[in-house]
């Protein structure tokens, strides 16, 4: 609230406001604003923002948000199939699983199928049998080591096994991959 009315705003990652980046309207004696966009232009880390007013006379408000942290990435994976080894004569193998991320790795998902993953949605695309992640049996993780059974198709052939990681806030990252023959 202004006894002039805010006639601009913006939102800057200065506490001071640049001189060119405002937003103008009519003046407004009891601002409220619910919202506008903001681009967080620099990626993954913390950000500390302003909400800055000002009025008809030039005087200038500040108000400061809380420090937030922007993660839209996924963990770090790695996939290891029977300890490496070239050849199986097992259609069931051991998957050797590990991760890290600093908001936990909570979900895995592991596939023979070559799947496509829109990165900008977060989310896969144009998929005939649905990915189903599962939970680690340990949770709130930030690096996690994990094994699990895997069963191959009976065909034999170079087999490519696919990890998918999950963290705790829904970023998915991979796909890491393994080869082994099944013989």
Not at 14 to 40: C, E, G, I, M, R
Not at 53 to 64: A, I, M, N, Q, Y
Not at 121 to 129: H, P, T, V
Request: glycine share 6%; charged share 20%; no cysteine.
């Amino acid at each position: 609230t202004d006894g002039t009315g805010v006639t601009d705003y913006m939102i800057s990652e200065s506490k001071q406001p640049s001189s060119d980046a405002w937003t103008s309207q009519s003046p407004v004696l009891n601002f409220s604003q619910t919202s506008f966009p903001h681009y967080l232009i620099f990626g993954d880390r913390e950000y500390k923002l302003y909400m800055h007013f000002r009025d008809e006379v030039g005087h200038v408000t500040t108000k400061d948000f809380p420090p937030f942290k922007l993660d839209t990435t996924g963990p770090l994976g790695s996939l290891v199939i029977n300890n490496q080894d070239n050849l199986t004569n097992s259609i069931v193998v051991q998957a050797s699983i590990s991760g890290n991320d600093p908001h936990d790795v909570q979900e895995y998902f592991l596939t023979d199928l070559e799947y496509e993953f829109n990165r900008d949605l977060n989310q896969f695309i144009n998929f005939k049998i649905k990915p189903v992640f599962l939970k680690f049996p340990t949770q709130n993780q930030d690096v996690i080591s994990f094994s699990s059974p895997f069963t191959l198709s009976p065909s034999q052939g170079k087999k490519t096994i696919y990890l998918w990681l999950k963290d705790g806030l829904g970023n998915i990252s991979g796909p890491f991959s393994d080869v082994i023959e099944l013989d």
